[in-house]
């Protein structure tokens, strides 16, 4: 009989056991406290409804060559992961996950996996290649497409020095050289270019299960 897959949010919590073993006690502690403020944090009012027209903005692909996610799509339904960067252990754990659990299922459907990241083209190459990811990973370099979506935020001052402690460059690995960043999103996009489905965590700990993004993609056909 073969083991069920561990769902994100069970991966998440072994996860964090072992950030927390690992990490010295204040630097974890900036984490937690950083978790904590978010869970109050409403999804923002400007992101984009189910029904509403995806946006687009100029993207860069592993290479650094221009594209944008309309032509990445390429006229097919697709689902958009937006996260943080390489440097995420969170979004490391979920884009593995996907290729492991959503991949092979949005194969057989036709749908195409695009994740898209506020780094430099080569942070963009080191997901891709570090997971061994067989989907789209494409940079937004100004995070004008982030933008556009209403989902881009900023980390705490307690969470910014906890990073630098743990040897991160976060502003020097953006391509914009900011903190900014997305809050980790889903949107499943028909082949039309609307948004049919969005879902969007505040809390960078959290994620869309594949389950749930499945779920999403067969109501295309609804």
Aim: charged share 20%; glycine share 10%; net charge negative.
């Amino acid at each position: 009989m073969s083991t069920p897959e561990l769902t994100i949010a069970q991966q998440v919590e072994a996860l964090n056991g072992d950030l927390a073993s690992q990490m010295p006690p204040e630097v974890m502690g900036a984490f937690v406290d950083e978790i904590g403020s978010l869970s109050t944090r409403a999804v923002p009012a400007d992101v984009p409804a189910p029904g509403a027209p995806m946006p687009d903005g100029d993207l860069l692909d592993g290479h650094g060559e221009p594209t944008t996610f309309e032509v990445a799509r390429d006229g097919k339904p697709a689902v958009v992961v937006f996260y943080r960067g390489a440097w995420c252990p969170y979004c490391n754990l979920t884009l593995r996950a996907y290729q492991q659990q959503l991949v092979p299922a949005l194969d057989e459907r036709g749908v195409k996996l695009i994740a898209i990241n506020p780094q430099k083209p080569d942070g963009s190459l080191t997901m891709q290649e570090t997971n061994a990811l067989t989907f789209t990973v494409l940079s937004d370099p100004g995070s004008v497409l982030m933008g556009k979506m209403g989902i881009l935020t900023e980390p705490g001052e307690g969470v910014q020095e906890a990073s630098a402690k743990l040897g991160l460059d976060i502003p020097g690995d953006a391509a914009d050289g900011t903190w900014t960043m997305p809050m980790p999103t889903t949107a499943v996009v028909d082949a039309g270019g609307t948004i049919a489905w969005i879902d969007v965590h505040p809390v960078f700990a959290t994620r869309s299960e594949p389950t749930e993004i499945i779920a999403a993609v067969d109501a295309l056909d609804d």
